[in-house]
């Protein structure tokens, strides 16, 4: 989709995060997000979050720091996704540049994408902002054939109950609410 924002999912690994280098440098992006909270996967002891992580290994890449907005989400059991959508909603709410927002694509891992893409859309389900979804490739499994693999079998069947999930048990809390922000101190979160 033609957007000029792209906003990439911290927790992605390295392969993934060159992908979505390779992403930015199609040319047409102003402005590049990294998201993710303080979770222990793949994280090192350097960082805060996912959110600086990815952002610091994007500058090793090539994209320039003043082209990057860190938006780190605060620590969660749950609904890990849907609140890094929510923070990145408040940022282009509060930002000068909102009325500038031709479009967002989310950049995310694979198989998980289509849950990504489902939960940024109910986030920003009243900001009139078209949201696409550009999934990387995974690394260790082929998608046409993922049910010959381990990895593969596993990160379907994980990321089709995710979906299962979000679609019939996720309870979409009011815009702007404490159940939104949750992972926030309640002061925080109600602003």
């Not at 979505?20 to 350097?46: C, M, S, W």
């Not at 709410?93 to 479009?103: M, R």
Request: aromatic fraction near 12%.
């Amino acid at each position: 989709m033609k957007a000029n924002i792209l906003v990439v999912e911290g927790w992605l690994e390295p392969a993934a995060l060159s992908q979505a280098y390779a992403e930015y440098k199609t040319g047409h992006y102003d402005l590049v997000i990294t998201t993710g909270g303080p979770e222990a996967r793949n994280f090192t002891d350097q960082f805060d979050s996912y959110a600086e992580q990815a952002a610091y290994q994007l500058t090793l890449l090539g994209i320039s720091t003043s082209n990057i907005k860190v938006i780190p989400t605060p620590a969660s059991a749950q609904d890990r996704t849907y609140l890094s959508a929510v923070m990145v909603r408040k940022f282009i709410e509060s930002a000068p540049l909102k009325y500038k927002v031709k479009g967002i694509n989310v950049f995310s891992g694979n198989v998980h994408s289509r849950r990504t893409h489902f939960l940024y859309k109910q986030a920003f389900d009243t900001l009139v902002v078209p949201i696409g979804i550009i999934s990387a490739f995974p690394e260790n499994f082929r998608l046409e054939n993922w049910w010959q693999t381990s990895a593969g079998a596993k990160t379907v069947l994980v990321e089709l109950i995710g979906w299962i999930y979000a679609h019939c048990c996720f309870d979409l809390p009011a815009r702007n609410s404490y159940q939104e922000m949750w992972g926030l101190p309640r002061d925080e979160a109600i602003k």
